[in-house]
């Protein structure tokens, strides 16, 4: 049973995992070709959609992007699917894409994501996974991040530019923080306070092999406008 309620926005991460730096940098040149990015920015339902490399891998990059509804997501993506060339055609496969809803937990809840999307160059995203065993620790950890030392404080933090918390609609019993930092040094600073003085039913999480950090290379100058 998920947390959330059917219907209204989404977000939405599309990993891109390619097969080299050089096949990252051809995603790169497609994206700002007018079959690239104009198209999602210019589909129906689209509020935002932004690309991230990620620091950690030189192949890959995630595409961030919030959408209307799942309709609206499902029409663009069975578009991207007729007009991509056949190179792009696998990134297309639904186990590279992570449909989310946002959690009443949320610090963004009810508020425009421009700013997350729009983050000044230089600054870096955290897209990071919480798999629980159970019911009974997904909603403890829902519970955690509504109170004034779980999300609350990671948005007070200094140099944090947005912090959002949302349920994976496809995925049992998966929650996820997407957050964006003014630098890289001072996410990894706000990571070693969280696994300083996080409770015990966080620290669990707080590994590097479920945080992955990316630093974006294309600003949506429609959003910024």
Not at 68 to 93: C, N, T, V
Not at 151 to 176: T, W
Request: hydrophobic share 40%.
């Amino acid at each position: 049973m998920l947390i959330t309620k059917p219907g209204g926005e989404i977000t939405v991460v599309h990993t891109l995992n390619f097969e080299s730096a050089a096949q990252r940098t051809q995603f790169h040149e497609y994206a700002n070709a007018p079959d690239g990015l104009p198209v999602a920015r210019g589909a129906p339902g689209n509020l935002f959609v932004s690309p991230y490399d990620s620091l950690a891998d030189e192949s890959t990059v995630y595409m961030f992007s919030r959408w209307e509804g799942e309709e609206a997501w499902d029409a663009y993506s069975q578009h991207r699917k007729d007009i991509s060339p056949e190179w792009f055609q696998p990134m297309l496969e639904p186990r590279h894409i992570l449909r989310l809803r946002e959690l009443g937990s949320s610090p963004t809840k009810n508020t425009t994501q421009a700013p997350f999307y729009c983050a000044p160059e230089g600054s870096v995203c955290n897209f990071h996974i919480w798999q629980c065993d159970d019911v009974e620790l997904r909603d403890q950890v829902n519970a955690f991040w509504a109170v004034e030392d779980g999300l609350p404080a990671s948005v007070a933090y200094p140099g944090n530019i947005i912090v959002s918390a949302f349920e994976a609609i496809d995925k049992e019993n998966q929650l996820v923080v997407i957050s964006a930092w003014r630098s890289e040094e001072i996410f990894i600073a706000y990571r070693q306070m969280r696994r300083d003085t996080a409770p015990p039913l966080a620290q669990r999480f707080l590994v590097d092999e479920v945080m992955v950090q990316g630093r974006m290379w294309s600003r949506d100058k429609r959003a910024s406008a």
